[in-house]
């Protein structure tokens, strides 16, 4: 008779399930590296101390992955991960900026990937998101949690790691071909509170999103899909899950019309985005002129065209703002997707 | 061979450890009831797609118990819950203020009850921390939660809800008797924010607590202990985890001195405190005048004592601003704790 409720096989996701990877701090013979366990989300994981969860106290990222091209059966996960460099490097500051201690990039990856193998063991074809988890792990209680001796040059892994595995929801593909109503909604700060009081946190992707969920229920309780904050002064700051952007055409003195793509100035407090940063890269490629606000509510409405964007959701377009419809312009909106889709390095238009 | 992971006998922690009570809702004949579950926290029992860790979303109430009078063995708990009923009415505020549907206060006393009354069987004499949670519950992941099908006037109860109890921190009673050196701290909004943004969850205690815990480590990496957070207006709020109280002596025509309290605004978006609510009341009975601000910081340093009161750490003396040592009155301290320790129903004065 055993009593370990771990099962001897590798756990494989059946059709529309998720899979989960634990990053666990493991003390070896070469140091402290980081052991990787696959297993079932339905499985009870978390102690009911951990400050990710009776604080809010940790830091995400929500990745998507496509079908790699000239993957086939055999040749390892047949998904790649879009934009991970930027999504990393962003964990890797919101962590910082929450001090917490996290595993090297090269383990999320290969947490990363092995989820992506058992998911597409059990889903082949779907796309998949893909979260990452760094929590600041639980609270003082002895035996709780990952603790691992400090060791000369290395960091204390104390917190709690996890990549999630999922369906990319089809409900999120609906709502982007469909476009969004949008509510201007009143994010309390000014635009200068980030550079101030960095205690706030502004611009950092923690766990404590329970706002950017009650904007959303708010939004939705009026009527709308979706939210743009605006700072108490005035300034177009971000969506509770997205970055915003908007396009001018611009008649050239040749005859000829640009395109000017701008999103909020980012010293306001707001997210880097790392949809914006790979698309900016991609239209600067492409000739367009960059901005980066600042921006206020009617320079959305005097716009050519408005967007959500972020890594699931991709491009979607703003239909109405505060019940008023706006400009819209289908082009633009299949360019950026284009140029979404080139995955380039966003360089100095990213995170 | 069985492989249920449950042990037959029921949970009792050992000296200095904690215990956790599940309230899990029961679809049983009588309609859906709550069941509860006595369980080790070091068990994980938490799912990683719970919203309460992936959004902060999420309430929560701290409270402690104490020494019952007239308990004895056999007596039942001999701990009982102190503010338990002011307790209980935030916890069904905040949780209406994020739409988290709560089961009734009579399950979470029934909770409360036996998890003191485990907590006690391994911790004799020992005063606790008793922390109610109730989070969104799973993101829709099917099998994954506490689903229960919605019956005629009842609410279903979605989400994930437990009780834990441990035992009081040492550290705390420490740094009450120390006192506090305290920074102010800019939370970035305005005095008026609660009142034209309800999807600010101003004034409700939510999960998301990141921004809370940063000010705190920010106060001790500029060596203080605590922080009071100031609206960029100019008006003092509170503190992450504590309501400020503050007390004039002010001489009467008849050449005695009547004491003034005061705490900040509550419609400038505060936490109504229960511990301020309580005192009020007691302070109250015994004459005193009782103020709702608004504060500024230089009525804090103009007061004849000022203190940061909560559950657990109860009054604790602020004995430094910014640096600047203020002054303190041991007198008023000893008069507040006694206050406090009368339990009395707040009234008009709590949350």
Redesign the interface.
């Known amino acids: ?1 055993t ?1 370990s ?1 771990q099962p001897a096989a590798p756990f494989v996701p059946g059709p529309g399930e ?1 899979v ?1 990877v634990y990053l666990e701090p493991d003390a070896g013979p070469a140091g402290v590296g980081v052991k990787l366990r696959v297993d079932d ?2 499985r ?15 830091v ?1 990222e929500t990745m998507t992955a496509v079908a790699a091209e000239g993957a086939g059966p055999g040749s390892g996960s047949p998904l790649r991960v879009r934009k991970e460099d930027s999504h990393l490097a962003r964990l890797a500051t919101s962590a910082q ?3 917490i201690p996290l595993p090297p990039a090269a383990d999320w990856q290969r947490a990363a990937a092995a989820g992506l193998e058992a998911f597409a063991a059990g889903n082949p074809g779907v796309d998949a998101v893909v ?1 990452l ?1 760094a ?1 600041r792990g639980p609270e003082g ?1 002895p ?2 949690g990952h603790h691992v001796r400090a060791e000369a040059g290395v960091e204390r892994l104390t917190g709690t790691y ?1 990549v ?1 595995v999922s369906p990319v929801s089809p409900g999120l593909v609906a709502a982007r071909e469909r476009g969004l109503k949008v509510l201007l ?6 635009s200068g ?1 980030a550079e ?7 611009g950092t992707k ?10 959303l ?2 939004a939705a309780s009026q009527g709308a899909d979706d939210v743009i904050f605006t700072s ?1 002064d005035g300034q177009v700051l971000e969506g509770p899950t997205s970055t915003v952007l908007m396009a001018r055409r611009i008649p050239q003195q040749d005859g000829s019309t640009g395109i000017e793509l701008v999103t909020p100035l980012r010293s306001s407090g707001i997210l880097p985005g790392t949809s914006q940063g790979t698309i900016f890269a991609a239209a600067q490629a492409a000739g367009w002129q960059l901005g980066y606000g600042p921006l206020e509510p009617s320079d959305l409405v005097d716009a050519d065209g408005v967007w959500l964007v972020s890594s699931v959701r991709l491009v979607a377009p703003v239909t109405h703002l505060d019940g008023e419809e706006i400009p819209q312009d289908a082009e633009l909106t299949e360019l950026l997707n284009n140029f979404l889709a080139e995955d380039r390095e966003p360089g100095e238009h990213g995170p």
Do not use: C, H
Not at 47 to 55: A, I, N, P, S
């Open positions: 008779m009593e409720p998720s989960v989300p339905r009870p994981a978390i102690l009911v101390t951990d400050q990710g969860l009776t604080r809010g106290d940790g995400f900026a929450l001090e979260k988890v929590s209680a035996g709780g996890w999630l909604l009143d994010r309390g700060v000014d509170v101030r009081a960095p205690w706030l946190l502004m923690s766990l404590s999103y329970a706002v950017n969920m009650a904007a229920r708010y108490s």
